[in-house]
């Protein structure tokens, strides 16, 4: 497999697993954590298991990211806001939401970078964008965002492409950096969520709630969100945030199945023309701007 190509293979199995993550969110959601609080123990426990590693790398005289105060603040904000975004509106329309991303990344690449938006580009956010709209028409008035939830996957999708450009500005920083820093200001960004006084948001647990909940907790920590975010955040790295953001829209593919078969979410004309526009702009954009630029060597 080319290089190139494992940056982008990395993403779309990342962007997969993703769309499973709202599955563990619930459950802890059903089994008495509010959705401020359930968010805010996938940032706590991560950063827990962590933290001896980075305190061994001071020692090593190796930076912890601790320093990546925006770029940690920008990428871990963004998650904490789509968390709670999964718990607050349909599991649906949280991704499609957040998916607006790309065309966030691509207006922000041609700014900052300067760079040139090819017409794959261009043609792949017009699916992305037609299946957006595909979804927020489906129930018919005006395509706009209906309640909290769909607010902050929305506004999700705006941070995290300002964070994947300043982590695609770093590229001297190592993955360890960014993955603990994405936890440690994601952490409190989470708390500072779970301090706003909006009923939506939930109470925080007694112990007897959480303390049966905690080995579930420390698993989804260890096993799904370090590996699954190094991976993302070592990607990002990597990959254009334009193309990143479109690559990341597998997710909704897997989210949008999972949940209607699991959650008996809407799955109808309307979820699955907009899942076909999403893979079409993934294949769009990954392939016809790698044939456009061999064409240009």
Same mark, same amino acid.
């Given at each position: 497999m080319p290089s190139r190509f494992i940056p982008l293979t990395v993403v779309l199995l990342c962007a997969a697993l993703w769309g499973l993550f709202w599955i563990p969110l619930r459950a802890f959601e059903?089994?008495?954590?509010?959705?401020?609080?359930?968010?805010?123990?996938?940032? $706590?426990?991560?950063l827990a298991l962590l933290l001896p590693?980075?305190?061994?790398?001071?020692?090593?005289?190796?930076?912890?990211?601790?320093?990546?105060?925006?770029?940690?603040?920008? @990428?871990?904000?963004?998650?904490?806001?789509?968390y709670q975004s999964l718990l607050?509106?349909?599991? @649906?329309?949280?991704?499609?939401?957040?998916? $607006?991303t790309p065309i966030w990344g691509t207006v922000l690449e041609a700014v900052f970078l *300067?760079?040139?938006?090819? *017409?794959?580009? $261009?043609?792949a956010l017009v699916c992305g964008v037609s299946g957006l709209l595909v979804v927020l028409t489906s129930k018919g008035g005006i395509p706009v965002p209906?309640?909290?939830?769909?607010?902050?996957?929305?506004?999700?999708?705006?941070?995290?492409?300002?964070?994947?450009l300043r982590i695609r500005a770093m590229p001297q920083m190592d993955v360890f950096e960014h993955v603990f820093s994405f936890f440690l200001y994601g952490s409190l960004f989470a708390f500072a969520m779970s301090l706003l006084p909006l009923s939506e948001l939930g109470s925080a647990p007694s112990w007897s709630v959480a303390a049966p909940l905690m080995p579930w907790l420390l698993a989804v920590a260890g096993l799904f969100l370090i590996p699954v975010m190094w991976g993302l955040l070592w990607g990002a790295k990597h990959v254009d945030p334009g193309r990143l953001g479109i690559l990341f829209q597998m997710e909704a593919v897997v989210g949008i199945g999972s949940a209607a078969v699991l959650a008996n979410e809407p799955f109808?004309?309307?979820e699955?023309?907009?899942?076909?526009?999403?893979?079409?702009?993934?294949?769009?954009?990954?392939?016809?701007?790698?044939?456009?630029?061999?064409?240009?060597m």
């Open positions: 059903a089994r008495g954590l509010g959705p401020a609080w359930a968010t805010l123990a996938q940032f $706590i426990l991560p590693f980075a305190l061994w790398r001071k020692t090593q005289h190796q930076a912890s990211g601790v320093a990546q105060v925006t770029s940690g603040l920008l @990428v871990g904000a963004a998650f904490v806001l789509y607050l509106t349909e599991v @649906v329309r949280a991704l499609l939401l957040f998916y $607006i *300067r760079r040139k938006i090819s *017409r794959f580009r $261009i043609a209906r309640n909290a939830g769909d607010y902050m996957a929305l506004l999700s999708g705006f941070v995290f492409a300002v964070g994947a109808g004309w309307a699955m023309a907009a899942t076909g526009l999403i893979v079409g702009a993934s294949v769009l954009d990954v392939f016809g701007s790698t044939a456009e630029e061999s064409a240009v």
